[in-house]
């Protein structure tokens, strides 16, 4: 029987990011897709800063930036009647705008989920330590005391191999047969809210104008349907609210009499060739536990979100972030099996908010709808949407809390809005800041964090950090030193030392006054077999 150190079940956004994630951190696995190939169809569009931080780590991020639609048309949403009718209301994203920021080497992207997984699918088989393979799925999981089983199916030749692995990370989706396999099932908000999705090709150039932006919500026949560049260019999706599932998937002549409307022009004024036409409907929610055993839930698997705000893949993103170096501690003998835990500890809070901030955002983008059908306070409704897509706080700001990090007793800087605003800042369980290295502005501190504990020296006791890390590599615990050499004007300018997980949080800091020995802080907070 074939033998490996982790299955992964699922190869969509999530699937291919932890294997590329076990891959650097030299875990051998076996990733299995039912698919023949990746997305064709693209549902994720918008990928945030923290998302584009982690791809920068597989050097894909200039890969992906590739794929953006730009700066232009992701500073703001836009509610119009239709393509061709009247403006209703614009609202700034700054968190959407793919722009640079001071606090970050990477910014964010807006694109098109089938050109990312398919960066993602090539960069992910071409690591050593993965067997990537699609068209094929994985069944029957079980699972005892010293690892699990499943059947992997050749769904070319329909041959079943059977494999044994340590664990297991099921990234397969919002309706993971994983979940119900394992007892964890998604405790979900049931609303019955059915779309169609129309992804086509035309040059729409001669209605937006310069009323672009990255959700150009219009007023339909069915309801708020939404208009969404693909590239900035001629490829567009359009979605129709409120479809009864009843009657089956839009034919091509109803899809098209949609477009038309929602341009609202004649038909004869347009030209448009429909890619593909899918049904999706709104679930929002996260299962009872992450994981049970040696079972693990990433991505949709564990949680699900109303796309509105752009946050389903993103949370998936930094929640394998949180998991995959655990996984690899444990299995190469570093941690105990316990670190595991704190996978659930320390991403569930993180979730269970976005999941109600996206629950949140749709009733918000509607009520602009609303307020232009009704008569109502358009300038309210346009100022209470300002979450939708200005979120830097809170996808830059989030404090993990569990015994691996630190707790600060100081409080954060203070900015007017937590979710909106971000200042970096050094605090346990947070994102360690980014500061360039090198004057060309090419090297970030974040490139230091990846495989090992980092200790960042930025001034006081040298000697003692490095006799107390030596100590510790002398056991084979994979932890090194940094010297952060021009920490004045940056974030570390009063820290003497920070302790930074692989995933790249702040596990702990020092001050020069800091009475605690670094003997004393590395027990304390490294996750010690
Ligand atoms: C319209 C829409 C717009 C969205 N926009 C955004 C956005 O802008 N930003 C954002 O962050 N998120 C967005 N999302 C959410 C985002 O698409 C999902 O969060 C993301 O795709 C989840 O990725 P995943 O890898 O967890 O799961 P999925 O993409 O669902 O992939 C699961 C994979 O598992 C495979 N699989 C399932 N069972 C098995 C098995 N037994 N064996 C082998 N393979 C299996 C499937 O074939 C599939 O490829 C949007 C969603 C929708 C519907």
Not at 230 to 233: E, K
């Given at each position: 029987m074939r033998e490996t150190q982790v299955l992964v079940i699922g190869g969509s956004l999530i699937g291919l990011t932890s294997s590329l994630l076990l891959s650097s951190l030299g875990v051998e696995h076996i990733l299995v897709d039912r698919r023949p190939n990746t997305s064709d169809h693209p549902r994720a569009r918008l990928y945030d800063r923290r998302t584009l931080e982690l791809l920068r780590r597989f050097g894909i991020h200039g890969d992906v930036e590739a794929t953006g639609i730009g700066d232009l048309w992701t500073r703001q949403n836009r509610w119009i009647e239709s393509l061709a009718g009247n403006h209703i209301a614009a609202v700034p994203t700054e968190s959407f705008q793919m722009a640079p920021a001071d606090y970050s080497p990477s910014i964010p992207v807006m694109g098109a989920q089938d050109m990312i997984e398919a960066t993602l699918w090539k960069a992910a088989r071409e690591q050593p330590n993965a067997d990537v393979r699609f068209y094929t799925s994985a069944e029957d999981l079980t699972q005892d005391a010293d690892g699990c089983s499943a059947t992997l199916i050749d769904r070319e030749s329909g041959e079943g191999e059977p494999i044994r692995a340590q664990y297991v990370v099921a990234a397969d989706g919002v309706h993971s047969a994983t979940r119900d396999q394992i007892g964890c099932p998604l405790d979900e908000n049931s609303f019955d809210f059915h779309l169609q999705d129309i992804l086509f090709h035309a040059d729409l150039s001669r209605w937006t104008g310069d009323r672009v932006g990255g959700l150009i919500f219009i007023m339909t026949s069915y309801g708020m349907g939404v208009y969404q560049p693909?590239?900035?260019?001629t490829r567009w999706r359009v979605q129709l609210p409120g479809w009864d599932p009843e009657r089956g998937n839009l034919t091509l002549e109803e899809a098209h009499a949609y477009i038309v409307e929602a341009v609202g022009v004649d038909a004869s004024e347009l030209e448009v060739d429909i890619e593909s036409i899918r049904p999706w409907n709104f679930i929002a929610g996260l299962t009872e536990?992450?994981?049970?055993g040696r079972v693990f839930l990433v991505g949709d698997a564990a949680h699900a979100f109303i796309p509105t705000g752009g946050m389903g893949s993103n949370t998936g993103f930094s929640g394998t972030h949180n998991l995959c170096w655990k996984l690899a501690y444990v299995l190469q003998g570093h941690a105990p099996a316990s670190l595991l835990d704190t996978y659930e500890q320390e991403h569930r809070p993180i979730a269970q908010r976005r999941v109600r901030l996206s629950i949140e955002n749709s009733g918000l983008a509607g009520a602009i709808g609303q307020a232009h059908l009704t008569g109502g306070d358009m300038a309210q409704a346009e100022f209470n949407c300002h979450q939708y897509g200005s979120y830097e706080g809170m996808i830059m700001a989030y404090e993990y809390q569990s015994a691996l990090c630190q707790v600060d007793q100081e409080p954060p800087p203070l900015v007017e809005n937590e979710h909106r605003d971000f200042i970096p800042v050094v605090r346990g369980g947070r994102r360690a800041p980014h500061a360039w290295l090198d004057p060309h502005r090419t090297i970030s501190t974040l490139d230091w964090f990846g495989t090992d504990y980092v200790?960042?020296?930025?001034?006081?006791?040298h000697d003692g950090w490095q006799a107390a890390v030596d100590d510790y590599r002398n056991r084979n615990f994979p932890i090194r030193i940094e010297h952060m050499r021009h920490a004045t004007n940056t974030p570390y300018a009063d820290s003497e030392a920070v302790l930074v997980r692989p995933d790249g949080v702040v596990a702990a800091h020092t001050r020069p006054?800091?009475?605690?020995?670094p003997a004393e802080l590395l027990e304390q907070y490294l996750p010690l077999n």
């Open positions: 693909m590239d900035g260019a536990h992450f994981s049970n200790v960042m020296l930025c001034q006081g006791d006054s800091d009475p605690r020995t």
